[in-house]
């Protein structure tokens, strides 16, 4: 069973940063993107970073130049470093990732089960 577990989300003010963890456990063949998205109240679910195991990295364009995205392939986690954060940052973000499992011959995605990352003063 391959499960994808977010942490580092929380109040903050703007200008403040937080840095978002997304750890992939279980029975894993191989990880091909994993990426980070935001929903926030009353909006549809956004890219804001992601990464393929070779090709560029994408940011959504609010993000850009706040927000970088990097990964520990050894330990599975993919992160999101955010700094001078702004209300309009304020939403519920989740990790996203292809994995192919053990035993499997496709991969699939996986979603966490998000974490809420709140800016205001």
């Known amino acids: 069973q391959v499960q994808l577990v977010e942490s580092g989300g929380g109040l903050v003010q703007p200008g403040d940063s937080l840095r978002l963890s997304c750890a992939a456990s279980?029975?894993?063949?191989?990880?091909?993107?994993m990426g980070w998205y935001r929903q926030a109240p009353g909006k549809e679910r956004e890219l804001v970073a992601s990464?393929?195991?070779?090709?560029?990295?994408n940011y959504a364009d609010s993000v850009k130049g706040r927000f970088t995205i990097s990964r520990d392939s050894a330990v599975n986690t993919v992160y999101l470093q955010m700094n001078s954060l702004k209300p309009e940052d304020t939403a519920v973000y989740y990790c996203n990732a292809l994995i192919r499992a053990m035993g499997t011959m496709t991969p699939q995605f996986y979603w966490g089960q998000g974490t809420q990352v709140t800016v205001s003063s």
């Open positions: 990464m393929r195991n070779s090709g560029p990295i």
């Open positions: 279980g029975s894993i063949r191989s990880i091909n993107f």
